[in-house]
C-alpha cells in the first residue's frame, strides 16, 4: 500500500485542503483485503463546506471543530481511493495530526494485512477405496461372472 497526501493553501483567508490517496499493492489486492477505516485526530472546521474563513469567524473566532474526519483505505475491489478535506484555517499553518493519523491509518491496514496473510493457503484432496473385506466378500461373484462372459 502506498499513501500520498498533500496540504494546500492559497494565500488570504482560504483554508488549506488535504488531498490523499491510498493505492494498493496487486499482492495486497489477492489477500481480498476489505476498507480501513479509523477515526482521525484531523478536525473538521465548523461549515467545512466553505473554502474561506474570515477574521473573527468559525475557527478564527474559536469556535471548536465540529469533530474528526474519518480516513479510509479501499477495498481489493477499488484498489485505490482517497479523498479531498477542508482543514480549519490556521496562523502557522501547522498540521501536525495530518502525519500522525496517516501512521494510524497505517498502523490498522498492517494489522489487517497481517490478519489476511496469516490465512494460510490450503488445497485438499481425497481418495478411498473399498475395503479389503468387502473386496474379498465379492470377489468370487465377479470372477465368476467374468469367465462366464469369456466363456459365452
Partial sequence: MRMEWSIEKKR???????????????????????MVRIASTIPEPPSSWQAFCYPGQFERAGLPSTGCYDLETPNHKRKSGG????LPWRPDNRYPEVEA??????????????????????????????RP???????????????LRMAG
Avoid at 16 to 31: F, N, S
Avoid at 135 to 141: L, Q, V, Y
Fill in 101 to 130: 493519523s496517516f501512521a494510524a491509518l497505517r498502523a490498522a491496514f498492517e494489522a489487517e494485512l497481517a490478519s489476511a496473510h496469516d490465512s494460510a493457503p490450503m488445497h485438499l484432496r481425497g481418495e478411498l477405496e473399498l
Fill in 12 to 34: 488570504g483567508n482560504l483554508r488549506p485542503v488535504l488531498r490523499y490517496r491510498v493505492i494498493l499493492e496487486r499482492h495486497e489486492e489477492h489477500l481480498a483485503l476489505p
Fill in 133 to 147: 473385506a468387502l473386496r474379498e466378500a465379492i470377489a468370487p461373484a465377479v470372477v465368476a461372472d467374468r469367465l
Fill in 83 to 86: 479523498a479531498e478535506l477542508r
